[in-house]
């Protein structure tokens, strides 16, 4: 991952009041007079910024742009209720009705994909189109994969009911260790040191849980995967796995699992290829 990579120009951004929910940080580009709409979902400890920040002016050539921070990530929803996948969903949903958006190409990277999926599954009136980065139905292969995974939110669950001027330097030192095996440069590390917590630690235990397996093939709307084939995290199989439950073309990137940020010009251009293809099917 580039260590010289600094905070690059980024597209408008506004805080967004969701009625009964919270507010939320929404970054919008207009794109061209009547064009669909892209949402964009990031991943897992990112933000928007962090995950799209080489596609906000490609993607808009074409499309209405919209990204939104998930709950207890960079500059999203704070709050003390346990971090579900869900929710995260129902927020997109909420956003949606705020703007008045009415149909969207749902995009979701890592985690993202899970809140995508679950968009279309909970509503969708909304979601005319998914494309899928770095992400499964899936992300435990193995037994002792699902246990670490549970045991990260287990401790989140348990910070979540201790004031966070405890438990924030704990759960920023476990987090910190894990960034810094990433070789992480200046601003990509503040823009991580800008969630929540206790509610990325969940996160993670949703991670754990998360299994579509059974019902993913309903999906019945146009579907495009992008797959980065060196990822480490979300194996390359199990992205191809769903890509085909969902009858969904694989673009690949040359690139790990943070590909956005590894090779952020080489996946802007696949996600580039991956929008465009399920824009061409709606």
Known sequence: MPDELVAPPLPPGRKVVLPGRGTTFVRELDGPPGAPVLLLLHGWTATSDLTWFASYERLSHRFRVLSIDNRGHGRGIRGRERFRVTDCADDAAAVLEVLGVEKVVACGYSLGG??????????????????????????????????????????????????????????????????????????????????????????????????????????????????????????????????????????????????????????????DAACNDVADRI
């Open 114 to 271: 899970p809140m995508a999926t679950s968009l279309w599954r909970r509503h969708p009136r909304h979601v005319e189109g998914l494309v899928l980065c770095a992400t499964a139905a899936r992300f435990t292969g193995s037994p002792a994969r699902r246990r670490r995974l549970e045991a990260l939110g287990g401790i989140g669950d348990v910070a979540g009911f201790v004031p966070d001027r405890w438990m924030t330097p704990v759960t920023n030192r476990i987090l910190g260790n894990i960034n810094a095996r990433r070789g992480l440069g200046p601003w990509v590390s503040e823009e991580l040191l800008l969630g929540h917590g206790p509610s990325l630690l969940q996160a993670v235990g949703e991670l754990g849980r998360w299994d579509a397996r059974p019902w993913i093939g309903e999906v019945d709307v146009p579907a495009a995967a992008v797959v980065p084939i060196l990822d480490e995290l979300v194996p390359p199989a199990e992205q191809r796995w769903q890509a085909e439950a969902l009858h969904a073309p694989v673009y690949e990137v040359d690139g790990p699992h943070t590909a956005c940020l590894a090779t952020p010009e080489a996946f802007a251009l696949a996600l």
